[in-house]
C-alpha cells in the first residue's frame, strides 16, 4: 500500500517562509494535494494537482514537484495559519491515501 | 452554496452497528463520487472509502474492508456508510466529501464531521 511522509512538526517565525514536506513513491505516478485543518474544523483544499490553487486560496500558498517529493510553501507566514496540513495522494487501487499531518507552529 | 451535512453518529458498542448519512445541496450530486474521511481523536485524517457517482465502483481502505459498506441514493442527495462489526480503533470523526480526485481536483468540499465513539 502507499505510504506519504510528512514531518510531525515545522516551526517557523510570523512573516517568514514555511515549507511543509510529502515523500512516498506513489508522488512520482500520482498528483499531490494539501488541505489546511484548523482545530475542531474541517479540512480546506489548498492545493491541487501539485501547483493549483483553488479559488478562493491566498497567495502565499504555492505547492511544487520534485521527483518523490512534493512540497508545500507558505510565504510571509500569518497568524491564522497556525493549522495542521496533510498532504493526499491517490493509490493504484481506486482509493486514496493522506500524509500523517504537520503541525505548523511559531517560533 | 455547497452544503455536506453528515448525522448518525454516537455511542456504540464494540461489534455494534451504525448508519452514517451525508446529504448534500448545493451541487448536482448525481453527477460526482463522494467520499468518507475519518479522524480518530488527536491523530490524522484516513481516507475510508468512496463512491462513484452512479454507484458502481467502490472503494474502501483495507481495515474496514468487509466490514462497512458504501452507499447513496441519488434521488434523496444522500451519501451512507454503514459501519458494522465496529471497533475500538473505528472511534472518529466521519466526514463526507465531494470526491474529485479522479478528475485531478482533490477532495473539494466537505462536511463537518459525525462523532462515532466505540465503546463499553
Redesign the interface.
Known amino acids: 500500500s502507499y505510504e506519504l511522509t510528512q514531518p510531525p512538526s515545522v516551526s517557523v517565525s510570523p512573516g517568514q517562509t514555511a515549507r511543509i514536506t510529502c515523500s512516498g513513491d506513489s508522488l512520482s505516478k500520482q498528483h499531490a494535494y494539501w488541505y489546511q485543518q484548523k482545530p475542531g474544523q474541517a479540512p480546506v483544499l489548498l492545493i491541487y494537482r501539485d501547483i493549483d490553487r483553488p479559488s478562493g486560496i491566498p497567495e502565499r500558498f504555492s505547492g511544487s514537484s520534485s521527483g518523490t517529493t512534493v512540497t508545500l510553501t507558505i510565504s510571509g507566514v500569518q497568524a491564522e495559519d497556525e493549522a495542521d496540513y496533510y498532504c493526499q495522494s491517490a493509490d493504484s487501487s481506486g482509493g486514496s491515501v493522506f500524509g500523517g499531518g504537520t503541525k505548523l507552529t511559531f517560533l | 452554496e455547497v452544503q455536506l451535512v453528515e448525522s448518525g453518529g454516537g455511542l456504540v458498542q464494540p461489534g455494534g452497528s451504525l448508519r452514517l448519512s451525508c446529504e448534500v445541496s448545493g451541487f448536482t450530486f448525481s453527477s460526482y463520487r463522494m ?1 468518507w ?1 475519518r479522524q480518530a481523536p488527536g491523530k ?4 475510508v ?2 463512491i462513484k457517482h452512479d454507484g458502481s ?1 467502490k ?4 481495515s474496514v474492508k468487509g466490514r462497512f459498506t458504501i452507499s447513496r441514493d441519488n434521488a434523496k442527495n444522500s451519501l451512507y456508510l454503514q459501519m458494522d462489526s465496529l471497533r475500538a480503533e473505528d472511534t472518529a470523526v466521519y ?1 463526507c466529501a465531494r470526491d474529485r ?2 478528475l ?5 468540499y ?4 459525525t462523532l462515532v465513539t466505540v465503546s463499553s
Open positions: 467520499s474521511v490524522g485524517l484516513e481516507w472509502a468512496n465502483e472503494h474502501y481502505v483495507d466526514f480526485l479522479w485531478l481536483q482533490g477532495l473539494d466537505w462536511g463537518q464531521g
